[in-house]
């Protein structure tokens, strides 16, 4: 019988603990904030910034919005988040990505204090992922990770295969699975006979933003199947609907457990990001 991973679930406990920890007496009223940067009128990004929104107030964080024009300049740009740094209301920073052509993502990602940094994608924190040290992580491979966690997946000796290398899921995510003592393999566009690599795999991790990419070829019976994608196509009544990175439907039977999409990761890269900001608050306070 196939697992069926309930991220809702898990995130919601997620945030249910972040909202303990936040109403504890050592904060001594303090409020923590959370500044949401978006640039630009996407109608998806727009939908996921008043999610975190909404996150932000279940939990208690502060949610902080900047809703800025497309043509809002680098030095603008730039500006604001030097002014977010040196705000002592907010202790922590997202720029929604991706940002409109014209704009720089790396060096408006480097200039967030590594502090403040809650998406965990500074050069710095990216650099103290690498070496095993404290700082925050990327949300949604530590999201993946809780998932992995709460489901009893035992990881240790067992061979991860992530199909995907982005700095925001596919690099960070084969690091979290090598601190765990996963034996770990990264494909990408180019590896050689995927589906048979993905074959080998105890633990498969879906990130490359293609509609149903991974099917029941690329699966051994008996893994377990993390699917990250979140991608909205036509179905065949002409609506829309959100499908993953894996053909669920051809995959659930052949694994021992699997997330759906929805329902899967997705929350828990939001809950991810309230824990994340949460801890940011704590170190910046000496309270962690």
């Known amino acids: 019988m196939t697992q069926i991973i309930d991220g809702n679930a898990v995130a919601a406990a997620i ?20 500044a949401v940067v978006l640039v630009g009128d996407d109608p998806a990004s727009a939908a996921y910034v008043r999610m975190k929104a909404r996150d ?7 949610p902080h919005d900047y809703l800025l024009p497309a043509d809002t300049s680098q030095a603008d740009l730039n500006a604001l988040i030097d002014r977010l740094n040196a705000d002592d209301t907010v202790q922590g920073i997202l720029v929604q990505l991706p940002l409109p052509a014209g704009l720089d993502t790396e060096q408006v990602v480097a200039r967030i204090a590594p502090a403040k940094d809650v998406d965990g994608f500074h050069p710095e924190n990216l650099g103290r992922l690498l070496r095993g040290l404290d700082a925050p992580r990327p949300c949604t491979p530590a999201g993946v990770m809780c998932l992995l966690d709460r489901a009893g997946v035992q990881l240790s000796g067992a061979h991860a295969v992530v199909v995907g290398r982005s700095l925001i899921v596919g690099k960070p995510m084969a690091l979290l699975l090598l601190e765990r ?8 566009s180019r590896t050689r006979d995927l589906a048979e690599v993905c074959r080998q795999a105890d633990v498969l991790v879906a990130a490359v933003g293609r509609p149903k990419m991974i099917g029941a070829e690329h699966v051994k019976p008996g893994a377990v199947v993390i699917d990250v994608g979140i991608n909205r196509v036509t179905g065949d009544d ?11 439907d051809a995959v659930a039977p052949l ?11 997705g929350p828990m890269t939001r809950a991810l990001l309230m824990a994340n900001t949460r801890d940011a608050a704590l170190r910046q306070w000496g309270l962690r």
Do not use: Q
Request: hydrophobic share 35%; with cysteine.
């Open 15 to 34: 945030k249910a603990s972040v909202a303990d920890s936040l109403g504890e007496r050592e904060l001594s009223g303090r409020r923590v904030g959370l």
């Open 238 to 248: 002409g609506k829309s609907v959100l499908v993953g990175d894996v053909d669920y």
């Open 56 to 62: 932000c107030r279940e939990v208690g964080i502060e």
């Open 181 to 188: 003592n996963a034996t770990v393999t990264v494909c990408h």
């Open 255 to 265: 694994a021992t457990a699997i997330t759906p999409v929805p329902g899967g990761v």
